[in-house]
């Protein structure tokens, strides 16, 4: 039988091509960059309550570029690999 449909890129056993790999690694980095403007805000005295841990930076910020980065994964997943002709 002859094979008159495309052929598959070739990506030596891996799921995914290289560029796919690196937006992924890219959208990880998003979504801990998220992460890691959501910590802090605390009090050191748990009898005493601090407001910081409600502002811009951790209640909305945050958790719109943790989203982000869940999407830019979803879009490195999706995204088909270029044919290397």
């Known amino acids: 039988m002859s094979s008159k449909g ?11 091509g290289k560029e ?8 990880f980095a ?3 960059l998220g992460f890691l403007l959501m910590i802090g ?3 050191e ?5 601090d407001d910081e841990v409600f502002n811009f930076r951790r209640i909305t910020l945050a958790p719109m570029v943790v989203l ?3 999407l830019f994964e979803i879009y490195a997943i999706m995204k088909k690999p ?4």
Not at 45 to 49: A, E, H, Q, T
């Open 6 to 16: 495309k052929e598959a890129p070739a990506n030596n056993g891996f799921a995914l």
């Open 20 to 27: 796919n790999y690196r937006l992924l690694l890219i959208g």
């Open 30 to 32: 998003i979504i801990v």
């Open 41 to 43: 805000g605390g009090s």
């Open 45 to 49: 005295d748990p009898n005493v309550f």
């Open 68 to 70: 982000l980065g869940f």
């Open 82 to 85: 270029k044919s290397n002709k």
